[in-house]
């Protein structure tokens, strides 16, 4: 049996385009392997981008709050800081109003001693300047 050159030319270019073909089916199922692998890569990176945006606004957020907690305790360094130097002022004008108090206490103190020691000799009072200071303060 004699095959007619047409249908020979039929059979080879057949063969040629399901080669082509099967090629083409082979490299396509390659390519879809290795874009599978890249985007399971990608989805994997996309995970840990996304844990580490969320680790970094947990750590932002703790910032925030730590630097809140800094600025109330700052204010209220401040505030003792405020009180203890007022506390100081009052404190020292305790201390001259103390200190004024004893040295009219010990003039008191002399002036009754001198009175004391009047009555028992039985002399008159003090000199009157020392009454009249006496009574002033």
């Known amino acids: 049996m004699v095959i007619p050159d047409g249908a020979l030319d039929a059979a080879f270019a057949t063969v040629i385009v399901a080669v082509i073909g099967l090629v083409g089916l082979v490299v396509g199922h390659w390519v879809q392997y290795k874009l599978g692998k890249q985007k399971a890569q990608m989805d994997g990176l996309t995970v840990m981008v996304n844990e ?5 606004e ?9 630097i809140e907690r800094m600025d109330r305790l ?56 020392r009454r009249r200071m006496i009574e002033t303060n």
């Open 52 to 56: 580490l945006q969320e680790e970094r």
């Open 58 to 66: 947990k750590a932002t957020a703790r910032e925030e709050r730590a």
């Open 74 to 129: 700052d204010r209220k360094l401040s505030e003792l800081r405020q009180e203890l130097g007022q506390a100081r002022d009052e404190t020292e004008r305790a201390r001259e109003e103390a200190a004024k108090a004893r040295r009219e206490n010990a003039g008191l103190e002399e002036y009754v001693g001198r009175l004391v020691d009047h009555i028992n000799r039985r002399l008159p009072p003090p000199p009157p300047e």
